[in-house]
């Protein structure tokens, strides 16, 4: 697996963000590689006494001198609109940009912190919580290939990882891998009912489904 490198910055840690760092500090990154910044005061506390992370509450809260090797936002999509222009300064520093935000082209990004910055837009599914996620990801002409190997190593921290050399792609992939394992969990559910509906116990029709 390609090599992880820090300081990383992870905005919002939900629970992709969660399954993320976890990854991360699982696969041998230090936690003080890692600042979090998450607006919910519960959930710093969680992440500092759980992974031993710095956890701030908002950009303006990061050490002055920090220079990441990748920003990493892992916010909802209708979040950007008033989170990322706090970033721009950091941004430019010439981290490289890592966006796990479904349909956020890397438009979006490159209109908030100019064109000269490298981005790269990725797709993870829920499989990654427990590691066995697939992640496809694309990059603007401004990442260089040692920021690629680093996301690389980030979203393989949780499972497979597939470069696309074309961003219209994301729609298919976002509608089909990232959505795809609730229509899987769904049939998982129907198959246990069915088995119910046939006579089993309850005890013996969901392990069967779900294995």
Not at 21 to 42: C, F, H, S, T, Y
Request: aromatic share 4%; net charge negative.
């Amino acid at each position: 697996m390609p090599e992880l490198a820090g300081p990383l910055v992870l905005v919002g840690c939900g629970r992709m963000g969660s399954a993320l760092l976890a990854g991360w500090l699982n696969k041998g990154l230090p936690a003080r590689d890692v600042l979090v910044v998450e607006p919910e005061a519960r959930s710093r506390e969680q992440l500092r006494e759980r992974h031993g992370v710095v956890a701030v509450a908002e950009s303006k809260a990061l050490p002055t001198e920090l220079e990441p090797q990748a920003i990493v936002f892992a916010i909802k999509p209708q979040a950007m609109a008033s989170v990322l222009p706090a970033y721009e300064p950091l941004a430019r520093s010439g981290a490289v940009i890592l966006s796990i935000a479904a349909g956020t082209a890397i438009a979006r990004f490159e209109a908030a912190f100019g064109n000269e910055v490298p981005v790269v837009r990725a797709m993870p599914n829920t499989p990654a919580a427990i590691g066995k996620g697939v992640s496809a990801l694309f990059a603007n002409a401004r990442v260089s290939p040692v920021q690629k190997e680093l996301c690389s190593a980030l979203l393989s921290a949780v499972g497979e990882v597939h470069w696309i050399d074309d961003e219209e792609h994301m729609h298919a992939i976002t509608a089909m891998s990232g959505g795809g394992p609730a229509y899987v969990f769904l049939l998982i559910e129907a198959l246990a009912r069915a088995g119910v509906a046939s006579g089993l116990p309850e005890g013996l029709a969901w392990p069967l489904a779900r294995a």
